[in-house]
């Protein structure tokens, strides 16, 4: 059974930065493409970004583009999230999980083709 656990994130004032990881154990990490979402205080989950197990076919959604970086090393089973120019609006649970979809490059934005969710790492940007 793969177990994920997040870390890294914290309080941070706007325009800072932080770097959440994702540590996997159980199953053949290098096998699996991951995500990372995120979920406001009475707000849905959202997709946040995705990346392959090859480290490749990073995708982002609109709002991190070009702030966020989805990053991995398979040989310490970790997936990480650098989050630069932080805004309020990022404030949030993040959370990692595992791609088990059928095709990847169709639905990797979408929360129903991921599991084994970790607990989630809290964000908060101040103004």
């Known amino acids: 059974q793969v177990q994920l656990v997040e870390s890294g994130g914290g309080l941070v004032q706007a325009g800072g930065s932080l770097r959440l990881s994702c540590a996997a154990s159980?199953?053949?990490?290098?096998?699996?493409?991951m995500g990372w979402f995120r979920q406001a205080p009475g707000k849905e989950r959202e997709f946040v970004a995705a990346?392959?197990?090859?480290?490749?076919?990073?995708y982002y959604v609109d709002s991190v583009k070009g702030r966020f970086t989805i990053s991995r090393d398979n040989a310490k089973n970790t997936v990480y999230l650098q989050m630069n120019s932080l805004k309020p609006e990022d404030t949030a649970i993040y959370y990692c999980?595992?791609?088990?979809?059928?095709?990847?490059?169709?639905?990797?934005?979408?929360?129903?083709?991921?599991?084994?969710w970790g607990q989630g790492t809290q964000v908060t940007v101040s103004s």
């Open positions: 990346i392959r197990w090859s480290g490749g076919g990073k």
């Open positions: 999980a595992r791609f088990f979809g059928a095709n990847y490059y169709s639905d990797y934005g979408r929360i129903e083709e991921y599991t084994n």
């Open positions: 159980g199953g053949t990490f290098s096998n699996y493409n």
